[in-house]
């Protein structure tokens, strides 16, 4: 089928550039439908292939088919425009399937007709190389570990399948090492791996790390209990005591500085 044509913008302009917005819509849709199917609409298919349901709509379609297409007698609306570029379009592309088929027939008449040598396989027949992917063997797929449910490991299955990663007998044992770390079956580690989508299992993703303190909490860590008194202030007490009042002098000088900055 045809899916390409060219438009001109300014012979479309030319011709229907009077036109309403509906009958634009209409003309547009008119024009690619009969591309597409290569024929042209009757009144009910051209309603059909506009997909026009109210009578605005439907009057558009008429008036753009009787201002830009011809009725012919089979009950058709033609415009020769489209009709011209179709027939170049379909003797174009019976040329070059014409071409194609030639080309193929005296192909394969080359091939058949050349003299084989001593060694070279018959026609049509399947070369082997080196280069064919290798036959799995079946002895390599894992069976179902002990302890594992066979529905846990079908899902496991299909995870590992899903990311492209194919599980082998050293993958087991490597999740079996760290499902022992953490202090879990390997049943358990399978079924968060499918929960989670891991593809691998490792311990310290599910240990709780330590937490570490807080600087500016340390305070609260050195707080002495409610049954023994604070160290700080037993130092201050201490200090307290061994300490004598100023001097009347001293005294003196101290207020007057602080009467001062008062």
């Known amino acids: 089928m045809m899916?390409?044509?060219k438009r001109n913008i300014g012979d479309y302009a030319k011709k229907a550039g009077r036109l309403t917005m509906l009958q634009h819509g209409s003309y547009t849709l008119l024009i690619d439908s009969?591309?597409?199917?290569e024929t042209f609409p009757t009144m009910e298919q051209a309603l059909e292939w506009t997909w026009a349901s109210t009578e605005a709509e439907i009057e558009a379609v008429k008036f753009v088919l009787s201002r830009f297409f011809a009725l012919d007698n089979d009950g058709r609306y033609v415009q020769e425009r489209i009709l011209q570029e179709l027939l170049d379009y379909q003797e174009k592309a019976d040329t070059?399937?014409?071409i194609a088929i030639d080309r193929e027939t005296k192909r394969k008449e080359k091939s058949t007709n050349r003299e084989q040598t001593?060694?070279?396989p018959p026609p049509n027949h399947k070369p082997l190389t080196n280069n064919h992917k290798p036959i799995k063997d079946k002895a390599t797929v894992v069976a179902t570990p002990d302890g594992v449910s066979q529905s846990v490991f079908d899902d496991f299955k299909t995870l590992r399948k899903a990311k492209k990663a194919p599980i082998t007998q050293r993958v087991l044992d490597g999740m079996k090492e760290q499902a022992d770390i953490a202090g879990w079956t390997l049943e358990k580690a399978m079924a968060e791996?499918?929960?989670?989508?891991w593809q691998a299992f490792k311990a310290e993703w599910v240990t709780e790390k330590p937490k570490l303190v807080n600087r500016f909490?340390?305070?609260?860590?050195?707080?002495?209990?409610s049954s023994q008194r604070d160290p700080a202030l037993v130092k201050l007490d201490e200090d307290r005591l061994k300490t004598a009042p100023p001097n009347p002098?001293?005294?003196a000088r101290i207020r007057a500085i602080l009467g001062k900055t008062a």
């Open 3 to 5: 899916h390409y044509y």
């Open 34 to 37: 009969c591309y597409d199917r």
């Open 96 to 98: 070059n399937k014409r």
């Open 118 to 120: 001593v060694d070279e």
């Open 193 to 197: 791996c499918c929960v989670r989508g």
């Open 217 to 225: 909490d340390v305070a609260h860590v050195t707080v002495p209990s």
């Open 249 to 251: 002098e001293n005294l």
